[in-house]
């Protein structure tokens, strides 16, 4: 599997939770690697990235809430998810692409290369 995401569940309003994307060794080596959800009824959308580089790029709806980083050692990608919102709740997926995308293209499912398969977030009271 070459990216496997995990740590979806049930939180309440303003809790937390942290998603894990564990990758091969070869897809973590992407450029870049990104969080990406879905929730019913609606397309997929951007959620945050982090480059080879650690440089890192959030929606501006998840802005101060999320944190993306990376575990190099375990070839894992973390979302850590704050304050969460009953808008939150979504199929959460992690992606690579192995181009160097500008900033503008982070945020189009159409420029990764790789999928894993998702994890229910569900955040209700």
């Known amino acids: 599997v070459q990216l496997q995401a995990s740590g979806g569940g049930l939180v309440q309003p303003g809790g937390s939770l942290r998603l894990s994307c564990a990758a091969s060794?070869?897809?973590?080596?992407?450029?870049?690697l990104g969080w990406f959800r879905q929730a019913l009824g609606k397309e997929r959308e951007f959620v945050a990235a982090?480059?080879?580089?650690?440089?890192?790029t959030y929606s501006n709806s998840v802005k101060g809430r999320f944190t993306v980083s990376k575990d190099i050692a375990k070839n894992t990608m973390y979302l850590q998810m704050n304050s969460l919102k009953p808008e939150d709740t979504a199929i959460y997926y992690c992606?690579?692409?192995?181009?160097?995308?500008?900033?503008?293209?982070?945020?189009?499912?159409?420029?990764?290369?790789?999928w894993g398969q998702g994890t229910l977030v569900t955040v209700s009271s």
């Open positions: 060794e070869r897809t973590f080596s992407s450029n870049v």
């Open positions: 982090i480059r080879r580089g650690r440089d890192t």
């Open positions: 992606a690579a692409s192995v181009s160097s995308l500008i900033t503008s293209s982070l945020s189009i499912p159409e420029s990764y290369h790789t």
